[in-house]
């Protein structure tokens, strides 16, 4: 079986390699840049501001978070045209990763960009950059959601600081079975369940 990933946690390759699984490393078909971010910020913004209106009643909104009325807001300004052609780029944007799925099995990535973030991060310069600093944390994985392949997340060790890694999975589209087996094989390889982090009190 051949994975394709990026960089990560050495010991998620390590398992997967024991386990005799060929891991190599290849070129990202399309990376998470300006001309897919700014399309991809439309489309979070319209589908939250959709199924945001449909929840509760107009008279409700007022109980949402700041940043749910704020995108709300920002959907005011977007155009079907606007949306519509986000959707098109996004598509492109999924056909490139979809295809690079020809010569691998399963992808292995890293989940986040880096460790978890302290609370209020995502908030630190205002909620017009809630979005971008989202994405920017989360980039390994919105591919997966736009192209509807299946994905897992498991553990993949821990910083220096003792903070937790993850490692992604991604298989091809409908091939959820060897996805789960491969994902289960790396779960049994490790004994993530009996570690018990600290816990800080601030």
């Known amino acids: 079986m051949r994975i394709r990933r990026s960089p990560l946690p050495s010991v998620a390759r390590r398992k997967l390699r024991d386990a005799g699984h060929e891991v190599r490393e290849i070129g990202i078909p399309a990376r998470l840049d300006a001309d897919v ?5 439309t489309w979070l913004t319209s589908a939250v501001a959709m199924s945001a209106s449909m929840m509760v009643p107009a008279e409700r909104w007022g109980s949402y978070t700041a940043l749910t009325r704020f995108l709300m807001q920002r959907a005011q300004e977007l155009s079907a045209a606007d949306v519509m052609l986000a959707q098109a780029r996004l598509a492109g944007y999924a056909s490139r990763f979809l295809a690079a799925f020809e010569h691998v099995d399963v992808a292995l990535t ?9 609370r209020g991060h995502f908030l630190s310069e205002g909620l017009e950059a809630v979005l971008d600093r989202m994405l920017d944390w989360s980039c390994p994985t919105p591919w997966a959601n736009l192209t509807g392949q299946p994905a897992i997340a498991l553990p993949a060790g821990f910083t220096a600081e003792g903070l937790p890694l993850s490692a992604q999975l991604v298989g091809r589209p409908r091939a959820d079975a060897l996805l789960l087996a491969l994902a289960g094989q790396l779960e049994s390889a490790q004994d993530w369940h009996r570690v018990h982090p600290a816990v800080w009190d601030e």
């Open 110 to 118: 890293p989940v986040t960009s880096r460790p978890p973030v302290l």
């Open 37 to 41: 971010v700014g399309p991809l910020r």
